[in-house]
């Protein structure tokens, strides 16, 4: 299993920018995907997930930084989740990473423990 996340970039605030996250060895349709951001001298956190489909009709959740702002999606066709981030502020820049569930997920979406595989990330930078 491999993820490939790109469309990072530097976007002033206010801006939009879109992520993708290209999977291959697994259906996105049914796995659970996330989007977790690492700022300089913070822990990862939770960005947002879209549940995997047969478990739960596909539902989206965000961490609440993000909520009204930022939206995640799927593209079954093209095996691709997104990252559409509107209105952006200086406190979202950060490395961006999508992950993917592994066999032992119990449902925590927003816990990066459940995730067992990750892309190599994607800097976006929101200048003031």
């Known amino acids: 299993v491999q993820l490939q996340a790109f469309g990072g970039g530097l976007v002033q605030a206010g801006g939009s920018l879109r992520l993708s996250c290209l999977a291959s060895g697994r259906t996105v349709s049914r796995s659970t995907l996330g989007w977790f951001r690492q700022a300089p001298g913070k822990e990862r956190e939770f960005v947002a997930a879209?549940?995997?489909?047969?478990?739960?009709?596909?539902?989206?959740y965000y961490a609440d930084s993000v909520k009204g702002r930022f939206t995640i999606s799927r593209d079954n066709a093209k095996n691709t989740v997104y990252l559409q981030m509107n209105n952006m502020k200086p406190e979202d820049t950060a490395v961006y990473y999508c992950?993917?569930?592994?066999?032992?997920?119990?449902?925590?979406?927003?816990?990066?423990?459940?995730?067992?595989?990750w892309g190599q990330g994607t800097q976006v930078t929101v200048s003031s």
């Open positions: 879209i549940i995997r489909s047969i478990r739960d009709g596909g539902s989206t």
């Open positions: 992950a993917l569930d592994g066999p032992n997920y119990s449902g925590s979406y927003y816990s990066s423990g459940e995730y067992d595989y």
